[in-house]
């Protein structure tokens, strides 16, 4: 969540930046600032009738005791009209601050300056490609049919039990898998990463604090019965561990890796490009979530970023870069990095993480603060990032490693998974 103060002293570069992300309502903002006035003229008024009742109540105490009891009395008179007006007041007050807020948390965060223009992902920013493409035989498989092929993952069985994007995986399947999330959380510890296990189910307030809520409502899996959300993804949980916190200077940065399940509703989604492992309403991944002072933030992003850049690096899989343009990217994110893998049976690249740094927008929202050098306490910066999501990279992984005698397991898995081919 923007803070107003910022809003108000920068009008002009909010309303700029926010026509780079293309929000379509920049009326938004005058509406904040004048319900802001309000919100102040309001608590002045309050503010100076609570004064003069308090000036008065003490000036009655004096009269009493001075024996002034006739004019003490005609003092206690306006005592009844001034708690009207401090309770009409104060009632005032509590409506124009929940407008103000109201208002206040339909503004996505502003992006940062290098963040390019666009409104599609077709305008992202190549940053970088890195590794050779494979060059696969005309009778190569995409994933789907590699996966029923060897018996990985039956995407049938899983529509039977549930529905369409919630596959099962098999045999050497489900050992890959869960290969991935050992060797994923074990590069992030030793990155310096504390794995934390946390909960799947959140509450609004979580929702809110790291801008799901109001945002993504309708991508959200939601339980009606307990008023809890099913998670899109573990930064939720992991950075809403610091809401209502104030750290120490020396506990920064804060470094959590966790590996959950994800819900996502992916409403509208259909056709070629969802097939598959390609989009999924539960998917398996690991994340990673940084805590940091303001002057770091954009260093620890570009770390982040390589570090997910080094996993796939270690995997074998070919990737590139994206800088993601003001119309493609998340409500509540300054600057996101997208990295992709090439599917070479799909002949076509996958989104398998973004990172993200979120400036002070989660931590207004959690009021997440730290308390600096000469013990003032101010927000902090949170970024986090996908180390990594398992879908899109099995699916390339058994796409890219086919051969003709069967699926190459990546050298730095076998440990993990006990064997180095599916066949």
Request: hydrophobic letters at 40%; proline letters at 5%; charged letters at 25%.
């Amino acid at each position: 969540m923007l803070q107003v103060s910022y809003i108000r002293e920068n009008k002009e570069q909010v309303l700029e930046r926010l026509a780079v992300k293309n929000f379509k309502q920049p009326e938004l903002v005058e509406e904040v600032i004048r319900l802001d006035d309000v919100r102040k003229q309001t608590q002045n008024r309050t503010d100076s009738i609570s004064a003069e009742a308090n000036a008065a109540a003490k000036q009655i105490g004096e009269l009493m005791r001075a024996g002034k009891k006739e004019e003490a009395e005609i003092l206690k008179a306006n005592t009844g009209k001034w708690k009207e007006e401090i309770k009409q007041y104060g009632d005032e007050l509590a409506a124009v601050e929940s407008e103000l807020q109201q208002k206040l948390v339909l503004l996505p965060n502003l992006p940062h300056s290098t963040v390019p223009k666009g409104l599609t992902p077709e305008e992202n920013e190549v940053v970088l490609e890195q590794g050779d493409k494979p060059q696969l035989p005309a009778e190569a498989l995409p994933h789907w049919e590699l996966a029923a092929k060897y018996k990985l993952i039956d995407f049938e069985l899983g529509v039977k039990i549930t529905g369409a994007g919630f596959p099962v995986y098999k045999g050497k399947g489900a050992k890959l898998q869960r290969a991935m999330i050992a060797y994923f959380l074990d590069e992030a510890e030793k990155a310096g990463y504390e794995e934390v296990v946390v909960p799947l189910l959140v509450n609004e307030a979580s929702g809110f604090g790291t801008g799901q809520l109001p945002d993504k409502e309708g991508q959200m899996y939601f339980v009606n019965e307990d008023n809890l959300y099913l998670i899109p993804t573990a930064e939720v949980p992991v950075t809403n561990l610091y809401r209502d916190v104030i750290l120490k200077a020396d506990e920064l940065p804060v470094k959590n890796c966790g590996y959950t399940p994800c819900f996502r509703r992916e409403a509208g989604s259909y056709g070629a490009h969802v097939r598959g492992l390609n989009r999924l309403h539960q998917f398996d991944k690991v994340e990673i979530v940084q805590v940091v002072r303001p002057e770091d933030s954009y260093k620890v992003l570009e770390e982040m970023s390589a570090h997910v850049q080094g996993l796939l690096q270690k995997l074998g899989l070919p990737y590139r870069v994206l800088r993601l343009c003001g119309g493609d990217m998340g409500f509540a994110s300054a600057l996101t990095y997208d990295m992709e893998t090439w599917s070479a049976a799909q002949q076509r690249w996958l989104e398998v993480s973004s990172v993200s740094n979120f400036e002070t927008f989660q931590s207004n929202r959690l009021k997440l603060r730290y308390r600096n050098a000469e013990g003032k306490t101010q927000l902090a910066h949170t970024l986090n990032g996908s180390a990594l999501a398992l879908p899109r990279i099995m699916a390339t992984l058994l796409e890219n490693n086919q051969t003709e005698r069967g699926i190459k397991i990546p050298e730095v898995l076998v440990p993990y998974t006990r064997f180095e081919w599916i066949e």
